[in-house]
């Protein structure tokens, strides 16, 4: 299987570890765009789209293998083996961010750290938890996507995106949903809001820092409280920034709070 072609993959910048970066939800490779610059001179860059996003091949796209995070998981494992001659220092956004968890738990070696951008192990809230949605909310979202994607998408793109101050964030955001085939995100937002992979979190072995909105609409505060303090070795920064895509709406805080931790790990 051709990967590039699966999962557009495209090679930036030089320096090692290589550091591979994965886009959320509705998003693709470009997101990336404002934080590539500030790394690129010090690593080797490798952006690429999931199956059924941005400029993947759609045709790859398998309703049983994307049944569940690990079908991405395997993808992103596939990718690391082609393009890496050592561990990586992985960057995840959103679902991404557990995308990541999972890969890393089934090949830990492959992984020197991981940054984990705004990351929900659960959305739901259950006994003694806060994933900020109700089930009834989860359905409700599901249902409103189900019957109007395009509206879904243009109503909920700004808010989730935050940064009132740049509504052009927010448009662009709604233009990448809008962008992606509708039943395919149907399906891939099922199979991310109702995913649970809390029991996850403790088997990794991964340095991982986390990085967290301090006004998250998709991920609270609570919940980047709960994956730090369930997984070892975690590191938690608390951006102060309104939204759930700090990459881009705070990057100069993303940045400085993911130079400061792999300067750690170094």
Not at 59 to 77: I, S
Not at 82 to 88: F, L, Q
Not at 171 to 188: G, M, V, W, Y
Not at 212 to 225: F, K, N
Request: charged share 20%.
């Amino acid at each position: 299987m051709n990967l590039q072609h699966r999962n557009n993959i495209r090679l930036t910048g030089a320096g090692q570890p290589l550091m591979v970066l994965a886009h959320g939800f509705g998003c693709d490779q470009s997101m990336w765009r404002y934080l590539v610059p500030a790394f690129e001179t010090s690593h080797k860059l490798l952006l690429f789209d999931l199956v059924g996003s941005g400029g993947s091949d759609l045709a790859a796209y398998d309703r049983d293998k994307y049944a569940t995070l690990h079908g991405y998981a395997d993808d992103l494992l596939e990718i690391i083996a082609a393009y890496a001659s050592g561990p990586v220092v992985f960057v995840g956004h959103s679902v991404s961010a557990v995308i990541g968890l999972l890969a890393s738990n089934k090949a830990p070696e492959l992984f020197a750290s991981q940054v984990m951008v705004g990351p929900s192990a659960c959305y739901i809230d259950d006994d003694g938890y806060r994933g900020g949605f109700s089930r009834a909310d989860i359905d409700d979202l599901l249902d409103t996507m189900e019957s109007n994607y395009l509206g879904w998408s243009s109503t909920m793109a700004p808010a989730i995106m935050g940064a009132a101050d740049r509504p052009e964030l927010g448009q662009e955001l709604s233009n990448s949903f809008c962008r992606t085939d509708p039943e395919i995100a149907k399906h891939f937002a099922r199979v991310t809001f109702l995913s649970d992979h809390r029991a996850d979190l403790a088997r990794s072995r991964t340095p991982c820092l986390i990085l967290q909105c301090s006004d998250d609409l998709i991920a609270p505060l609570e919940v980047g409280a709960y994956i730090h303090g369930a997984m070892p070795g975690s590191t938690l920064a608390i951006i102060e920034n309104t939204g759930h895509c700090p990459h881009m709406s705070a990057t100069d805080a993303s940045v400085a709070a993911m130079r400061q931790f792999l300067e750690r790990q170094a």
